[in-house]
């Protein structure tokens, strides 16, 4: 063995247990007891918990958006992400006009190849979803992608889709084993707030939550699961902010249709107050953060497993980029940061009672292994598993600050929440990449992790 993780208490989806761990080639091979071989180094984890790596379902590395581009690229996102527990990602790679999907995702993959601290794997954002596209989604599943987004909203030259052709799409990915994803919001709404806004000079980023009320996104989301029901289509429905969206998909899942719902820690932890203060365009994302209603609605869909996936919506921008529509919403480039603090965010829930460890790690890391294709590699701590773990320490406090984080970003909506319990060690593929607060990672050490078709 060439490591052995000793004394901690192993923590996974559904067990909670006293054992060591091993490791060679960068896989477990060994859970037990009391773990001997003379050869490996030991790694003490007395009082502290042994946990999978987060997987972080939805990520926009290096997003480019208008002529601006996301603060964080496949380097500094992938070391952000270490340092706060996720040892995988899933990247939104964006179909770019002009290129053909497959040459697009080919590029993202050499860029994360060379740059990628941590394993990786795409998704894929349609923003023209031609016949082209669509011949196309044979070749994105047999390389590994099994997601695709679809968006409702922005204009029919941008990125929206018709509602005929998504129906096409979902019919299309179940065929093929992949699970199309829609960005739900209904455009027609807040365009019609926007104009009056804007006539009346209301430009305020407050006024971006106004023209997206929780109605916009409902609306949105009742009409997509309406569709994936009508069709008998698998549905994911990512960054879910709003009760009554989550109500129509518990509503679909009661009656056993496959749709599943993703949230975000920022919709966990802030409410729409945010925006009525200094500071509240960096708050500015789409879906926008909803009232305290909601907030409980998906904390209740966690609990009970109607929101089965927990995950960054990671794009985030400098605070002069954000800074820039002020004045005017809609120059505000849309999108908020995470990458880093999503799985201390959550332990740090559960570390205060309010929901189980296992349940975070369900949400966090063995919901998006199952649910999208590379489970058991990823997502367990299993005898075969990658060794993608955290060493976490419950009676650690940390405190956010932007120059503790270890992303590209000049600020954080984290700033000073502090966390009860904090991750201590990350090791992906057995290797160790963060350490006490210090990353000690490899650029281009992550790999390309193929997903496996869906169905
Ligand atoms: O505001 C957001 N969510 N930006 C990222 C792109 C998206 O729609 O997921
Ligand atoms: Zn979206
Ligand atoms: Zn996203």
């Not at 601290?117 to 070749?139: A, H, Q, R």
């Not at 093929?176 to 709404?189: F, K, Q």
């Not at 518990?250 to 599943?260: K, T």
Request: glycine content about 8%; proline content about 5%.
């Amino acid at each position: 063995m060439d490591l052995i993780i000793k004394n901690g208490t192993i923590v996974t989806a559904k067990d909670t247990y006293a054992a060591d761990v091993g490791i060679k080639d960068g896989k477990v091979v060994l859970i037990g007891k009391v773990l001997r071989h003379s050869d490996a180094e030991i790694v003490d984890a007395s009082g502290k918990l042994i946990l999978p790596g987060a997987i972080d379902s939805n990520t926009h590395l290096g997003m480019p958006l208008n002529n601006i581009q996301a603060a964080d690229d496949c380097a500094s996102g992938t070391c952000a992400a270490a340092c706060g527990g996720t040892t995988t990602i899933f990247d939104y790679v964006i179909q770019q006009p002009g290129e053909s999907m497959m040459e697009t995702i080919r590029k993202r993959n050499d860029l994360f190849e060379k740059g990628s601290y941590i394993d990786y794997s795409f998704n894929v954002s349609l923003t023209n979803v031609t016949p082209e596209i669509l011949k196309e989604f044979k070749e994105a599943v047999d390389f590994g992608v099994n997601q695709f987004k679809i968006f409702m909203i922005y204009s029919k030259e941008h990125l929206m889709t018709d509602d005929g052709t998504f129906v096409k799409a979902m019919i299309l990915a179940k065929e093929l084993g992949a699970r199309m994803a829609v960005h739900a919001e209904n455009p027609y709404i807040i365009n019609m707030h926007t104009e009056e806004f804007l006539a009346e000079g209301k430009g305020h980023p407050w006024y971006h939550y106004q023209s997206r009320q929780e109605y916009v996104e409902t609306e949105a989301v009742k009409r997509a699961v309406y569709w994936a029901t009508s069709f008998n289509t698998p549905l994911y429905i990512p960054h879910l902010a709003c009760k009554e969206g989550l109500d129509e998909i518990s509503r679909a899942r009661n009656e056993g249709y496959d749709i599943l719902a993703e949230t975000c820690p920022h919709y966990l932890y802030f409410t729409n107050e945010v925006y009525k203060y200094e500071g509240a365009q960096n708050y500015v994302c789409s879906p926008p953060i909803k009232g305290p209603e909601s907030q409980d609605a998906l904390w209740d869909g966690i609990k009970r497993g109607d929101i089965s996936i927990v995950a960054t919506d990671h794009s985030p921008f400098q605070s002069h980029e954000k800074a820039a529509g002020l004045e005017d919403y809609t120059k505000i480039p849309n999108g908020v940061m995470g990458i880093e603090n999503m799985y201390p965010y959550m332990l740090s829930e559960a570390n205060k009672g309010r929901l189980s460890f296992n349940k975070v790690v369900e949400v966090c890391s063995s919901n998006p292994a199952h649910l999208f294709g590379c489970a058991p590699q990823k997502g367990t701590i299993a005898i075969g598993s990658d060794a993608d773990l955290v060493v976490y320490d419950p009676e650690k406090t940390f405190v956010v600050k932007p120059e503790k984080m270890h992303s590209n970003v000049d600020h954080t909506i984290w700033d000073g929440v502090e966390f009860s319990g904090y991750p201590i060690k990350t090791f992906s593929r057995g290797k160790l990449i963060y350490d006490n607060e210090k990353f000690v990672g490899e650029k281009g050490w992550g790999q390309f992790l193929k997903r496996n078709p869906l169905y």
